[in-house]
């Protein structure tokens, strides 16, 4: 190795998944670039669809994600990087689990570029069974999920430097060859809000007149909605709950599940992109009972949300989340399996106004302190100033 030192003027920063906004990957690219902006660097943001993002608002995909049209976007994602290098500096790139560095890997090769990569999520370790139940849940959304991790190759780490979001990630990807000296554990910084909507505004007097819990996310069983949803039964009929539904998933059968339990006056569904720190900050809390760390950003981006917004989080205790989460301080971690037990750690929320408030204050605080880690010109250097031969 040669060490030589490298102006950093222009960056290419590119998202696989550029097309669902309520996404948690979409969150943290956005944010990344909002911050990378500040530092005066000229960006060229792309994604599968060319330079720009496909992100048109709320998509609903009910039965999962277009198969054919993942398997093409990964190819074209490639043509388009290799399209930006010669005008950058560095290709910066957001990928999701590692069975997806292979891509990260052959840009670089084509490039001659320094290539920087941020690993989103943890690669599947489900077993036999597991994958069943989910593939039976959601076919197309998962088919694509277990084809990369029984077919695709991890990569050979290639690139620069590697970017993750928890240790947990981090010592993964060293345990699947990467060297130690090129991954960096970096909290992932959120996008601002957009302006205050009057849908929004409304959203949260409704949040504010009864005791009111929020879900963010996807309906599917690897979010853990089903078992949050029949916790409602074990509650007083004067506590509500919000599902902010991101688009993906079988809306029907919650509603049909709603419908059983005959819990309609007391959940409701929203189905559009909302100002969620507005409709959070006026909850009880946050509930995200995780049953697996498989199909979640490492960590996931909705309890970074819960953070900013200053809402105490209800989580379940996947590796990632126990590294963010401090129990009794900053949240309270559930079985996400028993209901029984989600609605008694929502009772206890309930009874606890103080803790609620030393709740807010200290993830408002730990928020705070993550954000003022993330310098990407720092991150650029300490990987890009080193050329390999």
Known sequence: MTSSTKHISRVAIGLLQDEFELCGEFQIFQ?????????????????????????????????????????????????????????????????????????ADRIKLRSGKPVLVHCIAEQATLSKEEWRRQLREAPRFHLIRWIAAHFLPVGRFLC?????????????LKRLGCPEERVIVLPGPLPLEKPLDEVSKQLGIWVSERPTFVYLGHFLASKGVQPLIQSMTFLPFQIRLLLVWSGLGNRPR??????????????????????????CSRAVGIVTPFPMSYGQMSPPAVVLEAFRAGV???TSRIASLRELVNDGKTGCFVNPHNPKDIAAKMIFLLSQPDLIESMRIAQRQMFADMQHQIRPLDVYHRFMNTTRE
């Open 31 to 103: 944010g990344w670039t909002e911050v990378l902006r500040e530092t005066g660097i000229e960006l060229i943001v792309f994604g599968p669809s060319g330079r720009n993002l496909r992100a048109s608002g709320f998509q609903c995909h009910p039965s999962g994600e277009p198969l054919i049209q993942k398997a093409i976007d990964q190819w074209t994602f490639i043509r388009v990087a290799l399209g930006c290098a010669e005008e950058v500096d560095l290709l910066h790139i957001f990928l999701p689990t590692p069975n997806f560095l292979w891509i």
């Open 160 to 172: 620069d430097g590697y970017v993750t979001g928890s240790q947990v990630l981090s010592d993964q």
């Open 254 to 279: 919650v509603e049909r599940l709603i419908r059983r339990l005959h819990l309609e006056a007391r959940i409701r569904i929203v189905d559009q992109i909302v100002h969620r720190t507005q409709i």
């Open 312 to 314: 105490p989080v209800l």
